[in-house]
């Protein structure tokens, strides 16, 4: 598993572009690519869930 997660990869810039891989268990893969500003919201967005999810921890 890496840093990000199960099959989550490295996440690395492109042509102007972040672009973001994941391997899912059954052999499917996901990629995505992402404008900087994208990927700057999206990483913000994922701290304010990470944020709320560890509140709702018992």
Do not use: N
Not at 24 to 41: F, H, K, Y
């Amino acid at each position: 598993m890496s840093k990000y997660g199960e099959g989550v990869e490295e996440p690395y810039a492109f042509s102007g572009l972040v672009s973001v891989v994941i391997d899912e268990p059954l052999g499917e893969r996901a990629q995505t690519s992402l404008s900087p500003d994208e990927a700057r919201l999206l990483g913000l967005r994922l701290i304010k869930t990470a944020d709320e999810a560890e509140a709702q921890e018992w």
